[in-house]
């Protein structure tokens, strides 16, 4: 660092001297993520209005320049061969319908069916992508095509994340939504809110309310569930949990079900809780196995079931009860270690 100091005080103005020196001592977050994603990013801040003015100039400029981004940077290798391997097979027939060779393929090993019918490849062709597809799904114990493709996304998100992502605390106090945090993730609040929220919604579900919502669904309007793995703790009573959740959604019968997993913000006070010891979140193999115990006794056919949030140490897709076992045999697996289990973005502690 002493050569850094030598050539900083070479500069005599001393704005270019302190904007020079932040550029060296300080990480500059923007320029990595600008050379992750492989486009220009410029800091704005929304509330006073800072960077606007750049922003639209960097955005005028790169209108005219165009931006070329290789679309395989998203993917692991094996994923990046199958794509290119699909590319080759369909793109003079991409082409012939004026879409993106790249992205065409990519949407077929997805299992878009409108970019199918838009191809409309000739039966030789098809066959020799579905042997490549097959041949892609499997690679892996998921099994399943979108989940894999959206698994590797995530990979590419989190490496994003971690090269220009950082946390930072605002100087002006608590906003409303961090206030309405500290009273329901407080010490002595967030249990009793926790168990009434609960009563109400066993009040609604098992009462006039549920039998409304059945009656929904019945008449052929779609319900969307969502229930939180984790929300007990290691010291919690997990299993009632789970069970009295899994006798909730069977009375409401939704036709989609997702599976997210809890994760404490830093700077709440559950958060500050789990960094003093005084709440332990869930490890991998809890959340899984309580994953496991909902899945065994969801009753609801048919059911959408999902767990492929960014949040979810195993993505999960598919349909109950058909692939019910196939799941539980998944969750067993990456229980055994057998199954790499996701690691989880930067949003929680």
Known sequence: MDDIDILLSMVENPTRRRILES?????????????????????????????????????????????????????????????????ELLHDYAYAAGLPAHWASIKLLEGDGIVAKALNLPADVQNKLDAIIAEYEASSALGDRETLVADSRYRYIERVVRASVVKGKGSEGPTLTEKIDRIVTGKYTALPLFLCAMLVMFVITFGPFGSWLSNLVAAGIDLW??????????????????????GIINKMKPRHLSAMT????????????????????????????????????????????????????????????????????????????????????????
């Open 23 to 87: 550029l060296v001592r300080e990480p500059s977050y923007p320029l990595r993520l600008s050379k992750e994603l492989g486009v220009p990013v410029v800091p704005i801040t929304a509330k006073t209005g800072e960077g606007l003015d750049e922003l639209l100039q960097v955005a005028h400029r790169q209108m005219h320049l165009g931006v070329t981004y290789e679309p395989d940077d998203l993917y692991d290798d094996f994923t990046h061969d199958i794509h290119h391997r699909m590319g």
């Open 225 to 246: 569930a969502i229930v939180i793995l984790g929300l007990t703790g290691q010291g919690g009573d997990w299993e009632e949990h789970v069970l009295s959740t899994a």
């Open 262 to 349: 809890f994760a404490p913000a830093a700077g709440t006070p559950l958060g500050e809780d789990v960094l003093a010891g005084r709440f332990q979140v869930c490890t991998p193999d809890q959340i899984l196995e309580e994953c496991h115990l909902l899945l065994e006794h969801l009753d609801v056919d048919p059911l959408h079931f999902t767990s492929n949030h960014a949040s979810n140490y195993l993505p999960l897709k598919g349909g109950l009860p058909e692939d019910r076992e196939k799941f539980l045999s998944l969750i067993d697996q990456a229980l055994e270690g057998k199954i790499r289990l996701r690691k989880t973005l930067n949003r929680g502690i």
